[in-house]
């Protein structure tokens, strides 16, 4: 029962974060001061911290850990990846057709890795029908 609630946690703050990302991604090209205010950033360092213990705790309580399970592994380094290309496209790229590619990359892998965790295998694009 516990992990069903971690589960649902997780999934929320799974769709709170892509939310938070596609406004801030929005923000930045439309040139807003919104997507460096405190507030905004608190609340998305929040929604991740949550995000992180949930898929953590899931993980332990499933007995699957990255290194172990290839599809975890997957989503742990794509994760990575896409906080990479994410704080390139929010603030850190050069100009504004880097941050654009970023955005889209980011948002790419953040796709792949719902699709990943949908399937449960690193060649997961087939759940999107591709």
Do not use: E
């Amino acid at each position: 029962m516990v992990y069903y609630w971690i589960k649902n946690i997780h999934l929320t703050t799974v769709t709170l974060n892509i939310c938070i990302f596609m406004i801030r991604f929005y923000w930045m090209m439309q040139k807003s001061g919104w997507v460096h205010k405190k507030p905004v950033r608190y609340i998305s360092v929040f929604n991740d911290t949550i995000l992180l213990i949930a898929g953590a705790s899931m993980a332990i309580m499933s007995h699957q850990y990255p290194f172990v399970a290839p599809w975890l592994t997957t989503k742990l380094v794509m994760l990575l990846v896409y906080i990479v290309f994410g704080s390139l496209a929010l603030k850190r790229g050069s100009s504004m057709r880097i941050r654009i590619y970023c955005g889209v990359i980011a948002m790419c892998c953040f796709l792949y890795m719902v699709s990943v965790a949908f399937s449960r295998t690193p060649a997961s694009w087939g759940f999107f029908g591709l």
